[in-house]
Each structure stands twice: as C-alpha cells, then as structure tokens.
C-alpha cells in the first residue's frame, strides 16, 4: 500500500526559506509522477505547485512559485522535497504530496492525475 508522509513544515517569516519534505512507501513502480500541492484558508481550492515525472528530468512549476520554489527528489531514500524560497503570506496553506501512475506533462496541475496522498503539513508565513 502507497503511503506519503509529508513533514518539515511550519511558521517562518516573509523572504525567509522553508522546506517541505514527503517520504514515500509501498510504490512498486520506479517511474511516477509526483507533485506538491496546497490549500489555503477555507472555501480556497487545493492548487497544484510543482511537479516531476521520475522516468526523467523535466520539472513542473506554477507561475506564481516559479524562481523561488525547487522540486527535488532523493531516490535513494525516496523521498520528495520542496525547497521553498523568498516565501510571501500568500504561500501560506496546507502543503500536500501526491503521487501518480503514470507520466505528468500537460496534465501535471490536475488533482486527477494523481492517485495516491498525503495528510499534509502546514506551511504559514507571516509579515
């Protein structure tokens, strides 16, 4: 069974530097995609942040973390980070780790292209 524990998160100050990390168990495959999201205060959707596909290279970015948020993996103790930078209020919500199946491109945003969850960490930024 999949299982994505995510940790690392917590309350730092604007324009300091966070990072999220989500250990993953139970995948039998060696090529996923797998991605962070993240849902700020209620009524607000969860939105997708960043993404990579684990059969290559190529990362995934939402505009508005693009140059301040990276997207790692260390296969050896698989585990998927987030290293987030120049953090804003606005960064602040519950960060999730999801993985997928299959490969992420064009649809690497979309909740549905991806299976299997974790419970969260928060993440909150203040002036």
């Known amino acids: 069974q999949v299982q994505l524990v995510e940790s690392g998160g917590g309350s730092v100050q604007a324009g300091g530097s966070l990072r999220v990390s989500c250990a993953a168990s139970?995948?039998?495959?060696?090529?996923?995609?797998m991605g962070w999201f993240r849902q700020g205060p209620p009524g607000k959707d969860r939105e997708a942040v960043a993404a990579l596909y684990t059969g290559g290279v190529t990362t995934y970015y939402d505009d508005s973390v693009k140059g301040r948020f990276t997207i790692s993996r260390d296969y050896a103790k698989n585990t998927l980070y987030l290293q987030m930078n120049s953090l804003k209020p606005e960064d602040t919500a519950m960060y999730y780790c999801a993985a997928g199946e299959g490969l992420c491109a064009s649809n690497w945003y979309e909740r549905a292209a991806y299976n299997y969850w974790g419970q969260g960490t928060q993440v909150t930024v203040s002036l």
């Open positions: 139970g995948m039998t495959y060696r090529r996923h995609c």
